[in-house]
């Protein structure tokens, strides 16, 4: 499926508000969240110059701005431009936003060469692109300083059956073998699905990161443990030092390397040479 800029546009256009409550929509959300903010803290450090591409409605903004960064924000929907906008005031943090840019990640050409001290690339830009994912990486690659971090989250195909596996099992065999081969959730697969996607398998997201020339530093998914259990999680929420136990659990399971593609999310950092 060739890539289409204006659709997924339109899709988190539509989208709108429901990426802001994504990841706090329950338990399980909660605990996806804390993964990908691990890694945020582990490699992100105070006064540095942040590329967020794809920022969607400011989540990770917020906590980029928290940890003393300065966030440059992109993204390719203005409506989800505008929420991050209101929603990083709403927090506090808009004097810590350099600037916004409607922008697509395969074509970044208004940064210049190596002028970032670090880039996110979270809520799976990369899956969106579709067969640009190479061109996408290498922008990143491009304006990041060199030694720099990149940091990137995309959609795991075997952890998306595993979330969605009654979903899945209710759809025609040959449907779901042609998705499993090509990794490509569309609408022509899924008459009437909107969230058309590249699911990556592991193997397929390491070569795409150590392709572009990068030193993969970290792989983890972003949930395991908890993967489908949101319905069960209640109760050790609701414990503030069960909570903390489950997530530090969770962050030592994701990154195990048999449970990488254990949620519906993986997460992946990469450093560019040199520096």
Not at 3 to 19: I, K, L, P, Q
Not at 123 to 140: F, N, T
Request: aromatic letters at 8%; a negative charge.
């Amino acid at each position: 499926m060739e890539y289409d800029r204006s659709a997924v546009a339109a899709y988190f256009d539509e989208f709108a508000e429901r990426e802001w409550d994504r990841l706090v929509k329950d338990a399980e959300a909660e605990v996806n969240f804390a993964v990908h903010v691990h890694y945020l803290r582990r490699y992100v450090q105070p006064g540095w110059r942040v590329l967020e591409v794809g920022a969607g409605a400011g989540r990770f903004t917020i906590e980029l701005a928290r940890l003393g960064a300065r966030p440059v924000v992109t993204d390719v929907s203005p409506v989800q431009l505008e929420l991050n906008r209101s929603k990083v005031i709403a927090a506090g943090f808009e004097a810590c936003v350099e600037k916004r840019h409607l922008l697509d990640v395969v074509d970044m050409t208004v940064f210049a060469e190596s002028s970032f001290d670090a880039v996110v690339c979270y809520g799976g830009p990369l899956s969106y692109v579709m067969g640009r994912r190479s061109d996408a990486v290498r922008e990143c690659v491009r304006v990041a300083n060199p030694g720099s971090p990149l940091l990137f989250s995309v959609m795991s195909l075997w952890g998306s059956v595993h979330k969605g596996l009654t979903f899945v099992l209710a759809v025609p065999r040959e449907t779901n073998e042609a998705i499993i081969a090509s990794g490509d959730v569309t609408a022509a697969a899924l008459p009437g699905h909107k969230h058309c996607c590249h699911a990556f398998r592991g193997t397929e997201f390491r070569e795409l990161l150590a392709g572009s020339g990068l030193r993969i530093d970290a792989l983890s998914a972003a949930t395991c443990l908890t993967t489908g259990w949101s319905d069960r999680l209640a109760g050790v929420r609701s414990d503030d030092a069960r909570w903390a136990e489950l997530i530090e659990m969770e962050i030592a399971a994701c990154a195990e390397p048999g449970c990488v593609e254990g949620g519906p999310h993986m997460i992946g950092v990469g450093i560019k040479p040199g520096g």
